[in-house]
């Protein structure tokens, strides 16, 4: 084995600067097994319910965005062509807006809020976008 080469350039050395940072988008909690439902064929047959406590919506199909979890990092393609529903409480209201147009991009069939301290209050329910009817009548 030779001895290391003391005279050579800079370029060579190694600088041990490799990034780690994540160019892909994570799964929200229950956004993966969701993923894979609609991989396999198959569309929940309730509207998904995306909540921000883990309280709310558990009789529906549902996915549960945590508080520290920056929106633009998770993954909503699975929820393209379905419909959906945001359920929030007031604490939860400036993240509503940042959710909505994430879940825009991915074109929902239908794109609901629900404000839950609003329920006895005024209008809980927002339509962001109303769901279509994709029936086609021919008349003979």
Known sequence: MSPPNENAPARTRATNTASYTRKYKRFPPYGKKLML???SGKVPAQVIMVVFD????R????IVIDG???IESLEF???SGIPTQIVYCSQDA?????VVQAILKVNPSSLFTFNLDLVDVGKATTIIKPLKNTLTLVTP
Do not use: F, Q
């Open 59 to 62: 009789a529906y199909p549902r």
């Open 37 to 39: 439902l609609r991989r």
């Open 68 to 70: 520290d979890t920056p």
């Open 94 to 98: 400036d993240r509503v807006d940042a």
């Open 54 to 57: 883990w309280k709310d919506g």
């Open 77 to 79: 393609s699975y929820l």
